[in-house]
């Protein structure tokens, strides 16, 4: 079992930066896939970044070289600098893990989720 805790969101004008955490309990945090994904009102949760247990990352196109997603396994912790942000990043952002090796942006690939945070960006 993990657990997941996100915690950061909240207010930014376009163009600002925010740094999102998630903090992950349980059992061998380092075995696992992490990502961040994010669910606007009435549309479907889709994929933001992946990263491996090695570091390896994949990004979806609406957010290379804006975002970065990381992770300090000694913090069991998961982390999404954001930075020139706009409006349309507006969303709930979840972290979620999966056992084993995947570097995609399937939501049915992932075992585990949090609860969310909510990002609000304004224009």
């Known amino acids: 079992q993990v657990q997941l805790v996100e915690s950061g969101g909240g207010s930014v004008q376009a163009g600002g930066s925010l740094r999102l955490s998630c903090a992950a309990s349980?059992?061998?945090?380092?075995?696992?896939?992490m990502a961040w994904f994010r669910q606007a009102p009435g549309k479907e949760r889709e994929g933001v970044a992946t990263?491996?247990?090695?570091?390896?990352?994949t990004y979806a196109d609406s957010v290379k070289g804006r975002f970065t997603i990381s992770q300090d396994n000694a913090k069991n912790t998961l982390y999404l600098q954001m930075s020139s942000l706009k409006p349309e990043d507006t969303a709930m952002y979840y972290c979620?893990?999966?056992?084993?090796?995947?570097?995609?942006?399937?939501?049915?690939?992932?075992?585990?989720w949090g609860q969310g945070t909510q990002v609000t960006v304004s224009s």
């Open positions: 979620a893990v999966r056992f084993g090796g995947y570097l995609g942006l399937r939501v049915t690939e992932f075992d585990y």
């Open positions: 349980g059992s061998s945090y380092n075995r696992y896939c």
């Open positions: 990263i491996s247990r090695k570091g390896r990352t």
